[in-house]
């Protein structure tokens, strides 16, 4: 580790490293407060993988639902987290969650760029325990004009290709909804019809999409407020070391374009690099089944911040429930070599699909989150088998809604047939053959499922049962949103492996974000926050947004304390 007698070539009051929402957060909370900010990103662009990511905000009581009708106490979210978390729970980390991410939010839309979207309809994902919510605890980044930031939009991380359409990203509800009934709608046709225009007039003259949506549109506001506070943005600067004095770390060495430079932080450092997605070793170490694992994390996410913070005396958090954000996903190959992922949210829950094993059977409730499906898979497969399942559905289903990266009518389906991604047969009997999977139990699967779902019910799981899960279904089938029969060939599937959406056990720290050594202590002067910090849902996923929400919050509370003083 550098010492105190290094040459100091720059001084600041906080360096944050990494550039996601718990990074800028905690840079726009302290520049906002007068502190001097460097933000440190190892990576080229900036947002890391929140500028990936749906965008959604899980922070309960928050003023934008109370202005939508939401006037809800800390209590329920409190009592269904107690309730998801178990002997997990943390009341510290809870409870300071819960005090500040309302705080959060409304000091983002009153002093930043950040503009929120109520989900007011959007419930939490666990219908039945006590404390659960129907709606208003999430928020999502109002879509914002990339053109806003002038030359600064080559900072930003383009969105992920799997998840957009031509580099056009697409807002889950209304506009979600649109695309999907784009052929079945005059005014889904022409909504489609306008934002396409402007898209293809983005790429022509700008090279990319400007109507931003989701994490996109999340991390551009957030760099638009930083750029406006003051903060050093430092894109390709990796942070190699800290710097530990008597009082606590003081700074950091940063290795940048030009060379290696000093930074001198007087408030400390905040850890925001992204968690260990991409750190094979540790994943190997850490996860169930790691061979099988595909992550939704950009590359740079290689567990930077744990290792800066172990080597300084923090601690990561073994006894979490799970150490990863589950998420099942398939692989893409795309048509030039490249290869990706793309994540199954939202065509599991709709009616018309299973997921089964190889032995052609089902094994869990498609319509649950996708934490539970990647949790159920990792449960069914006994230790020596492959961990993957295949999302089965006829020919209707497929032009209707889509298949992991197909996309619905009238877009075509034969690239994904050609590259193998989709698997069709004209029966069930065949399409099992060719994807492995047992004939005669499909056949036998799919006959019990299609007679109850006729009767819109699943005895076997219980599927479109909660609030949820009615949410990812179909409003316009009945008598259950997310049920109907497999029966019109030709028949498809696609492979579903186990992935994530980045890590949870990150460091342990305190309800200020303060990163605890072996006995428990805060290290003054390092905060963790993001995937760098031990999750605070204790390595469940209680509700969408569990990530960006308490990335914001924990940022927010690391830059606040920052621009208090220490300790």
Known sequence: MAGQSDTIIETCDLLIAGSGAAGLAAA???????LRVIVAEKDAVLGGTTAWSGGWIWAPCNPVARRHGFDEDRSGPRTYLAAVLGNTFNPELVDAFLAAAPEMVGFLESETALEFECGARIPDTYGHLPGAGIGGRSVIAAPYDGRRLGPAIDLLRPPMAETSFLGMTIQSGADLRAFMTVTRSLPSALHVARRMVRHLWSLARHGRGMDLRNGNALVARLLRSALDLGVDLRPSHAVAELLRGPEGVTGAVLDGPAGRVTISARRGVVLACGGYPQDLARRAATFPRPEAHETLAVSGATGDGLRLGEAVGGQQATTLA????????????WPDGRRGVFPH???????????????GKRFCNEGLGYYDYVAAMFDAVPDGEEVASWLVCDHRFLRRYGLGIVRPAPLPIRPWLRSGYLRSAPT?????????IAPE??????????EAARRGEDPEFGRGTTPYMRLQGDPDVGPNPNLAPIERGPFYAVRVVPGSFGTFAGL???GKARVLDVEGQPIPGLYAAGTDMASVMGGHYPAGGINLGPALTFGFIAGRHAAEGRP
């Open 28 to 34: 726009v909370t302290a520049a906002h407060r007068g």
């Open 322 to 333: 799970a150490p990863g954000a589950w998420c099942p996903v398939s692989e893409v190959c």
């Open 345 to 359: 949210i939202i065509d599991r829950g709709k009616p018309g699909v299973i997921g089964v094993l190889a032995d």
């Open 428 to 436: 069930l009997e065949a399409l099992a053959r060719a994807c492995g």
């Open 441 to 450: 139990a499909l056949t036998a699967t799919v006959r019990s499922f299609n």
């Open 508 to 510: 342990k720290t305190d």
